[in-house]
T-cell receptor, first 115, second 113 residues
Framework: DTGVSQDPRHKITKRGQNVTFRCDPISEHNRLYWYRQTLGQGPEFLTYFQNEAQLEKSRLLSDRFSAERPKGSFSTLEIQRTEQGDSAMYLC?????????????FGEGSRLTVL | AQSVTQPDIHITVSEGASLELRCNYSYGATPYLFWYVQSPGQGLQLLLKYFSGDTLVQGIKGFEAEFKRSQSSFNLRKPSVHWSDAAEYFCAVGENAGNMLTFGGGTRLMVKP
């Protein structure tokens, strides 16, 4: 499968723990995006990268959230000191310049449950 | 700030019937508009998009959407719904050349046999 891959698919953690999600984009895609989707809502933009550069991070929900894409390939999203309100689906998407604006390819998401 | 409203949370249609899903947006400039579909266990998939030009855009799976600037709307339509169209549909507006999407709350479509 050459689509966007996310790991783990489901993470259950206790409040206060740190969690990290990984996203592997489609191999030729240079842009990578993170979104959060809570139950019954549409996805909410968090941050995006072009290659290894993080071009927008002002929408990250708090300073407990951080993302990296160190070599311009896979990316990680870390949440420190998790809270129950962080429970959500975290979606990763990728795109390339040649595909046209806004044509994102989404992974199936990583579901976080904070107890 | 931009926003997207999808007034219908749930819609049920009979297979073979026509479909229209409503989307209203708020955006200061010429909008980049999208419709995505999310099926259970699958990632969001782009159905169609509008940037400029012809206000009636065609997408995949027989869907089309019409941009109406005067009504700030971008409604999604399909002339004949198939059972496989049951899914959740999201309208989105893009800023920063489409790199940052603001999604509506979604409309869940159910199809009756």
């Amino acid at each position: 499968d050459t689509g966007v891959s996310q790991d783990p698919r489901h993470k259950i953690t206790k409040r206060g723990q740190n969690v990290t999600f990984r996203c592997d984009p489609i191999s030729e895609h240079n842009r990578l995006y993170w979104y959060r989707q809570t139950l019954g809502q549409g996805p909410e933009f968090l941050t995006y990268f072009q290659n290894e550069a993080q071009l927008e991070k002002s929408r990250l929900l708090s300073d407990r959230f951080s993302a990296e894409r160190p070599k311009g390939s896979f990316s990680t999203l870390e949440i420190q000191r998790t809270e129950q309100g962080d429970s959500a689906m975290y979606l990763c998407a990728s795109s390339s310049n040649s595909q046209g604006l806004g044509e994102l390819f989404f992974g199936e998401g990583s579901r976080l449950t904070v107890l | 700030a931009q926003s997207v409203t999808q007034p219908d949370i749930h819609i049920t249609v009979s297979e073979g019937a026509s479909l229209e899903l409503r989307c209203n947006y708020s955006y200061g400039a010429t909008p980049y508009l999208f419709w995505y579909v999310q099926s259970p266990g699958q990632g969001l998939q782009l159905l169609l998009k509008y940037f400029s030009g012809d206000t009636l855009v065609q997408g995949i799976k027989g869907f089309e959407a019409e941009f109406k600037r005067s009504q700030s709307s971008f409604n999604l339509r399909k002339p004949s719904v198939h059972w496989s169209d049951a899914a959740e549909y999201f309208c989105a507006v893009g800023e920063n050349a489409g790199n940052m999407l603001t999604f509506g709350g979604g409309t869940r479509l159910m199809v009756k046999p």
